[in-house]
T-cell receptor, first 110, second 114 residues
């Protein structure tokens, strides 16, 4: 069975501080990992995926297969980063089906 | 181009009633997936439809059903509503449903069961 765990429901940092949102997964195979973000009163949107290895809005995430983790990082948090962040997993055989973690509410204080 | 549209945005129903939610995908998208979002359980996959056929199903009781029309619009039905069905229901559309990265989400329908 596939599972995604985000250990922190709430995370609060000050503007300019580094931020790391943790994500661990369990899946016996080669999954595809994603981070989604949901800003207040907006729809859920894709932030980044591990395959593209991009940096979006200053965020990066590295897939660590040994630790089965896909932590999201940003060196200098901004107030506009305040949002709900979801880590998600998709398996090669499940098409567009996503298994989500429970989410981490990030608050960046001025 | 227009995004994924879900109607209605808000619904209040009584326990025991049934409800139908609608999702219009992005033009040209043939796959529609449904998710339930609750504070306690997070986002959980309900089912996926592609070319009018259910292609994937999550772990929900039979009270939750769906269908897809020839224009790719999808409906989700919940019968015999329970208080625990109160949630935000999201749909996501993608061109072929081959990769989750293709998926675009709607704004959701907020269902409250009283």
């Amino acid at each position: 069975a596939q599972r995604v765990t985000q250990p922190e429901k709430l995370l609060s940092v000050f503007k300019g501080a580094p931020v790391e949102l943790k994500c661990n997964y369990s899946y016996s195979g080669s999954p595809e990992l994603f981070w989604y973000v949901q800003y207040s009163r907006q729809r859920l949107q894709l932030l980044l995926r591990h395959i593209s290895r991009e940096s979006i809005k200053g965020f990066t995430a590295d897939l660590n297969k040994g630790e089965t983790s896909f932590h999201l990082k940003k060196p200098f948090a901004q107030e506009e980063d305040s949002a709900m962040y979801y880590c998600a997993l998709s398996s090669p055989t499940s098409g567009s089906r996503l298994t989500f973690g429970e989410g981490t509410q990030l608050t960046v204080n001025p | 181009k227009a995004g994924v549209t879900q109607t209605p945005r808000y619904l209040i129903k009584t326990r025991g009633q049934q409800v139908t939610l609608s999702c219009s995908p992005i033009s040209g998208h043939r796959s529609v997936s449904w998710y339930q979002q609750t504070p306690g359980q997070g986002l959980q996959f309900l089912f996926e439809y592609f070319s009018e056929t259910q292609r994937n199903k999550g772990n929900f009781p039979g009270r939750f059903s769906g269908r897809q029309f020839s224009n790719s619009r999808s409906e989700m039905n919940v019968s015999t509503l329970e208080l625990g069905d109160s949630a935000l229901y999201l749909c996501a559309s993608s061109f072929a449903g081959l990769s989750a990265a293709e998926a675009f989400f709607g704004q959701g329908t907020r269902l409250t069961v009283v």
